[in-house]
C-alpha cells in the first residue's frame, strides 16, 4: 500500500482543515488506518485510528470531540476532519496503514507511512 497524505495549510485558531490521504493497491479495505503527527522537536504522536470497515475510532486525548477520522473505502481514502485547531496543533501530520486484527495507537505496528502534510495553526 502506497499513502499520500494532502490538505495542509496555514489556518487561523478555531478554524477547520480536512486531511485527505489517498491509497494504492486493491486491498485497502483491509488495513487499518491511522493519523499522526508530528510537532518540531517532538517525537511522532497518535492522534487518531480506525479500524479496516470504519466501525470503530479512537482519539488522542487532546483532539477528542474536535478531529475526525473516517474513510471511503470504494475510493481509497481516508480523512481527518480537523475542528476548532488550536496553535497546538501544529504539525507534519501523517497517514498511516496497519495489517492486523483491530486498530492500534502504537506507532511501530504500522506497516506503511505516507509523506506527511503541513499544518500549521495561528494564534
Known amino acids: 500500500v502506497q499513502l499520500q497524505a494532502s490538505g495542509g495549510g496555514l489556518v487561523q485558531a478555531g478554524g477547520s482543515l480536512r486531511l485527505s490521504c489517498a491509497a494504492s493497491g486493491r486491498t485497502f479495505s483491509r488495513y487499518n488506518m491511522g493519523w499522526f503527527r508530528q510537532a518540531p522537536g517532538e517525537e511522532r504522536k497518535f492522534v487518531a485510528a480506525?479500524?479496516?470497515?470504519?466501525?470503530?475510532?479512537y482519539y488522542a486525548d487532546s483532539v477528542k470531540g474536535r478531529f475526525t477520522i473516517s474513510r471511503d473505502n470504494a475510493k481509497n481514502a481516508v480523512y481527518l476532519q480537523m475542528n476548532s485547531l488550536k496553535p497546538e496543533d501544529t504539525a507534519v501530520y501523517y497517514c498511516?496503514?496497519?495489517?492486523?486484527?483491530?486498530?492500534?495507537?502504537?506507532?511501530?505496528?504500522?506497516?506503511?507511512w505516507g509523506q506527511g502534510t503541513e499544518v500549521t495553526v495561528s494564534s
Open positions: 498511516a496503514a496497519d495489517y492486523g486484527a483491530a486498530f492500534t495507537t502504537t506507532i511501530f505496528e504500522y506497516d506503511y
Open positions: 480506525l479500524d479496516w470497515n470504519g466501525r470503530n475510532t
